[in-house]
């Protein structure tokens, strides 16, 4: 089978184009493809499987003639994927299988509309952040206050007084599995003055990423809500550069580079 690789702000993904939908893609085989030794290594895959034909989406055909089937490096499965939409635009620009004018893309989470910036970038219509209440990370020992917000998938974005570079995220943050009970996925940020923070991140399936879309556009949310805000336009800085996010009243977007930088031929078997 072919594959791509592709990241987004260090974001990295394998693309698998089965646009008939004919590849049994198991959780073991996507983890052993995401494994950064024994694999091709990812934070997770990107399946291009035209949506008519995948049963779960099916009724966004008319809209919208690809679904990105996303899967995290544990090989579980996600409504959504911020990053990943943006890689998966780039894809199917660069093989002439969508409109460079604009098209939309099928997700678990909605549809998700593509529009390519004068730069290069790739710009994802993210849709309308759901604010929940507060909850509780513990990170080191330490306890941190965040905002639920739901943006297809689930987050948990938490400013936190000490300096986010000096997190160990290599372990799972815990977390409420009460208010959680599909696992989140964990932003802890630091605000810089009014309009920008830094941000590090522990996914749900993949573990701390060097950059998380979704949890990018969450970690403006929250950091607007510290301010009283619900709109303006955010620099999230990321391990893996700055993501762009705009809050604007009914709907949010993120913004930023996506490249593709490998193919190749997939010989990983379950
Ligand atoms: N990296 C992604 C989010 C991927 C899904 C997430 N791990 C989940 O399980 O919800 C992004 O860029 O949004």
Redesign the pocket.
Known sequence: MRFLKGH?TE?DFVILPDFDGEADLSAALVAKICDRRAGIGA??VLRVVRTKLSPEVAQHAGVSEWFMD?R?ADG?M???????TRVFARYLLDNGLADPSGFAVATRGGLRSIHVEANGDITVDMGKPVVHGESVATVNGHEYTGLHVD?G??HLACAIGDPVVQLDLHYQPGFDTTIFPA?V?IELFNPVGTARAVMRVY????GE?R??????VATAVAAAHLSGDTTGTWAIEVQGGTLTVILDKDTSYLSGPAVIVASGELMLAE
């Open positions: 987004g974001n934070d997770g996303y995290n579980s996600a409504e959504m994927c911020g990053n990943g943006m998938n689930p696992g996925n996914e749900r399936g993949s990423t950059a998380c879309g979704t949890g990018a």
